[in-house]
Antibody, heavy 121, light 106 residues
C-alpha cells in the first residue's frame, strides 16, 4: 500500500529557514513525479511546485526563489527547502504523488497527511 | 495564470439531498479538472479526475461533468459522510485550486 509521510514541520521565526521531508513507500519512488501543496489556516490550497523523476523542477511563480524542491531517490524522500520564511507561510504542507489521466496529463492522485509549519516571532 | 472560482461558497443541505457545486475556469482548460473532498484535519481526497472520471473506491453517487470553462460536481443523495469541503483543481503544466465549497448541515 502506498504511503507518503511528511515530517520536519515546526515553529520558526520570520526570516529563518526550514527543511521538510516527504518519505514515500509502497510504490516505485524513483519513477514518481511529486509535488508540494500548502494550505493556509484560512483553508485555501496553494500549489508550491513539483519535481519530476530525474529531478526537473517547476514552481508556482509567487514562490519561485524562496522555496526549493529536491529529492533523494536512494532514501525514497523528497524535500522542500523553505527560505526567508514569512508569517504568511504558516500552514499545513502536503506532499502528493502524480497519477496520469487517459490523455497522459498528470494530476495529484495521492496525498500525505501533511506537516504543520508555523512562522511566528 | 488560470484562475478557478467555485459557487456557492457554502451549501446547507440535508441527508438525501441532491447537491451540485459549480467550478469555473478563467479560460478553457479542456477537461483537465479534478475534484477533491476534504474533512477537518485531513488531507484532500481525490474524487474525480479528467472532469468526469471517478476514482477507484469513490461511491457512484459522486459524478462530475463539464469541459472548457464550466464544470459541476454532483452528489446524488447526500450521505452523512459527505459533509465536507470540496475543491476543484485545474491541472496541466501547473496546478490551481478553487476556493472551496463547504457542504454543511441545514
Amino acid at each position: 500500500e502506498a504511503q507518503l509521510v511528511e515530517s520536519g514541520g515546526g515553529l520558526v521565526k520570520p526570516g529563518e529557514s526550514l527543511r521538510i521531508s516527504c518519505a514515500g513507500s509502497g510504490f516505485t519512488f524513483s519513477l514518481a513525479w511529486l509535488s508540494w501543496v500548502r494550505q493556509s489556516p484560512g483553508g485555501g490550497l496553494e500549489w508550491i511546485g513539483r519535481i519530476e523523476s530525474g529531478g526537473t523542477t517547476d514552481y508556482a511563480a509567487p514562490l519561485k526563489g524562496r522555496f526549493t524542491i529536491s529529492r533523494d531517490d536512494s532514501e525514497n524522500t523528497m524535500y522542500l527547502h523553505l527560505n526567508s520564511l514569512k508569517t504568511e507561510d504558516t500552514g499545513v504542507y502536503y506532499c502528493a504523488w502524480y497519477y496520469y489521466d487517459s490523455s497522459g496529463y498528470p494530476y495529484l492522485g495521492f496525498w500525505g497527511q501533511g506537516t504543520l509549519v508555523t512562522v511566528s516571532s | 495564470d488560470i484562475q478557478m472560482t467555485q459557487s456557492p461558497s457554502t451549501l446547507s443541505v440535508s441527508v438525501g439531498d441532491r447537491v451540485t457545486i459549480t467550478c469555473r475556469a478563467s479560460q478553457s482548460i479542456s477537461t483537465w479538472l479534478a475534484w477533491y473532498q476534504q474533512k477537518p484535519g485531513k488531507a484532500p481526497k481525490l474524487l474525480i479526475y479528467k472532469a468526469s472520471s471517478l476514482t477507484s473506491g469513490v461511491p457512484s453517487r459522486f459524478s462530475g461533468s463539464g469541459s472548457g470553462t464550466e464544470f459541476t460536481l454532483t452528489i446524488s443523495g447526500l450521505q452523512p459522510d459527505d459533509f465536507a469541503t470540496y475543491y476543484c483543481q485545474h491541472y496541466s503544466t501547473s496546478i490551481t485550486f478553487g476556493p472551496g465549497t463547504k457542504v454543511d448541515v441545514k
